[in-house]
């Protein structure tokens, strides 16, 4: 299995930008299809958006859709998360987690993730 590490979270004010990273170990990074998520206070970690291992295809919240882009370099061993337009709602701490079933479609059940960091505490303010 793969350890994951989030960085790049941070204060940002409404309407401003982040870029998310989550760095990978071991070699196996490529064949896995990779997710951000998101948690709150109180509530349940849930899904931001997905990437498969081809880097062909992506899969976004509604919540997040138009505003937030997915993208990974697998030489890097790296996915990233670029936030725009940023919302308070958007308030949590992010986690990145790899799908190791093989299965060609982006799951978006954090039941289906592993290897989870430690997460990045991402806050919109003013």
């Known amino acids: 299995q793969v350890q994951l590490v989030e960085s790049g979270g941070g204060l940002v004010q409404p309407g401003g930008s982040l870029r998310l990273s989550c760095a990978a170990s071991g070699r196996t990074f490529s064949s896995y299809n990779m997710g951000w998520f998101r948690q709150a206070p109180g509530n349940e970690r849930e899904f931001v958006a997905g990437i498969s291992r081809s880097v062909r295809s992506t899969y976004y919240a509604d919540s997040v859709k138009g505003r937030f882009a997915i993208s990974r370099d697998n030489a890097k061993n790296t996915v990233y998360l670029q936030m725009n337009s940023l919302k308070p709602e958007d308030t949590a701490v992010y986690y990145c987690?790899?799908?190791?079933?093989?299965?060609?479609?982006?799951?978006?059940?954090?039941?289906?993730?592993?290897?989870w960091g430690q997460g990045t505490q991402v806050t919109v303010s003013s």
């Open positions: 987690g790899a799908d190791p079933s093989l299965v060609i479609t982006i799951a978006t059940s954090r039941m289906n993730y592993c290897c």
